[in-house]
């Protein structure tokens, strides 16, 4: 997706050679119509499917959920991180080890949002490590829904996300993958220079 | 917002004299045409008034601010509950305590994205001790940023919320106002009879 890679070029911050900054427009701030054109985009990748629904992941998948969710006019749920007062009645669950923060936390679902007659579009803000993923593609077969596949904005090619993925038989389709970065620098599949970005300050 | 009363009389579930779950539709599902409606709602409120930015709290008020955000056409920001690796940068930060989680945490805002030029409009999905919405406003006036004022999708009257941000000079607008809950029983603000909703099951 053109438009999202020269904004990664424009505003990406490469912060080492794992992790890219990209809250200036996708997850801290948030270009609402860019939001809206990446849901029309995974709208026309996932058109024709029957999707009953979208899943994401708090907090950043909610925007890309719900841009998603507008596209294909179908409501969206997302997982939570953990139990809260108002959440007594039976989850699906699944443990997630988060990348950028370094710890483990539990994903809850409620059963009644998720279930056999669903067919799911799961999206999120990024695919690197795949473990909060791998957590939503456990919980939707644990439901018993049908998965269309995994959307995401921005994909850290060079990490075993995508791997994990498709070895479990889901379809992913992400709107900019990202093959290589280093400070200053991030190349992304099927480019072949690398584009020069600003290094961190 | 008459819709919103309906759907909080039809889906709504009391869990006790304070607690209210909505999460059939607006908080864990959500359904994205009333999300999109609600934004519809705080524009027209808030309109004309130069809006720059909307701001919230992860995570359950990022849908309502894209929403409003959509409406208004202008990016949006939501604070964020504790500091990531990714977030190193200079934050403005204020301390909440969650009426659902019992916890005190900090929430945070980079300082790039809220500044003197801004004009805010705040959003959240409920108005009930205030503590998210006073932390909000206490980092929209250290950021020298003015504040149009505060829309919430629903509001518990019988607690503290809106009082405190009255207090504060702050404009408070909600899109249903809940005078009183008990089991299988909610009243709205200017709604003379008490309207019978499920009971928690």
Do not use: W
């Not at 370094?102 to 695919?127: A, C, M, N």
């Not at 480019?191 to 020069?196: A, G, K, T």
């Amino acid at each position: 997706m053109k438009v999202l890679e020269d904004r990664i070029r424009q505003e990406g911050l490469i912060l080492s050679e794992t992790v890219l900054k990209v809250d200036s427009f996708l997850n801290h701030q948030v270009d609402t119509e860019l939001a809206l054109e990446i849901g029309r985009e995974f709208g026309r990748l996932f058109a024709g499917q029957g999707i009953t629904k979208v899943l994401t992941i708090e907090a950043s998948g909610i925007q890309f959920a719900m841009a998603a969710g507008i596209a294909l006019k179908v409501p969206f749920v997302y997982a939570k991180k953990k139990k809260a007062v108002t959440q007594a009645e039976q989850m699906y669950t699944a443990p997630v080890t988060s990348f950028t923060r370094g710890e483990t936390y539990q994903v809850s679902i409620s059963r009644h949002y998720l279930g056999p007659d669903d067919k799911v579009l799961i999206v999120d803000d990024f695919l690197a490590t795949g473990a909060a993923l791998v957590g939503l593609v456990t919980i939707v077969r644990e439901a018993g829904a049908q998965l269309a596949g995994v959307g995401c904005v921005i994909e850290k090619g060079f990490q075993e996300g995508r791997g994990l993925l498709e070895e479990m038989g889901v379809r992913v389709h992400s709107l900019a993958r990202i093959s290589s970065m280093a400070p200053g620098e991030v190349q992304f599949v099927d480019h072949n220079d690398p584009i020069r970005i600003k290094e961190k300050v």
